[in-house]
């Protein structure tokens, strides 16, 4: 069973910063691509920023210059830090988990979710 596990989100001032941490675990042989998704109400789920195992970046026009994402390979981790935080950002935010091969499943790519995390920027 391949869990993901968000921390970091919560209520912070226009203007301010946050980091979002994801651990991904289980029997994992490896992944792909790591990344974060977010979705305000009455909108639709969207893709913040993901990077692939080669450390190749890719971001939301929205947050470009302001949001960075890194993952540590070694600990099957993803981080999302968020700077310069607007209303707009204000959202639940999903880790991603794609392109998965696991113990009983080495010949299958799989994609895997979190619960999500609340990130409110409000003054």
């Known amino acids: 069973q391949v869990q993901l596990v968000e921390s970091g989100g919560g209520l912070v001032q226009p203007g301010g910063s946050l980091r979002l941490s994801c651990a991904v675990s289980?029997?994992?042989?490896?992944?792909?691509?790591l990344g974060w998704y977010r979705q305000a109400p009455g909108k639709q789920r969207e893709l913040v920023a993901d990077?692939?195992?080669?450390?190749?970046?890719n971001y939301a026009q929205s947050v470009k210059g302001r949001f960075t994402i890194s993952r540590d390979n070694a600990k099957n981790t993803v981080f999302l830090q968020m700077n310069s935080l607007n209303a707009e950002d204000t959202a639940v935010y999903y880790c991603?988990?794609?392109?998965?091969?696991?113990?009983?499943?080495?010949?299958?790519?799989?994609?895997?979710w979190g619960q999500g995390t609340q990130v409110t920027v409000s003054s």
């Open positions: 991603v988990a794609g392109g998965v091969r696991t113990v009983s499943t080495p010949t299958i790519l799989r994609t895997f």
């Open positions: 289980g029997s994992i042989t490896s992944i792909y691509a």
């Open positions: 990077i692939n195992s080669g450390g190749r970046t």
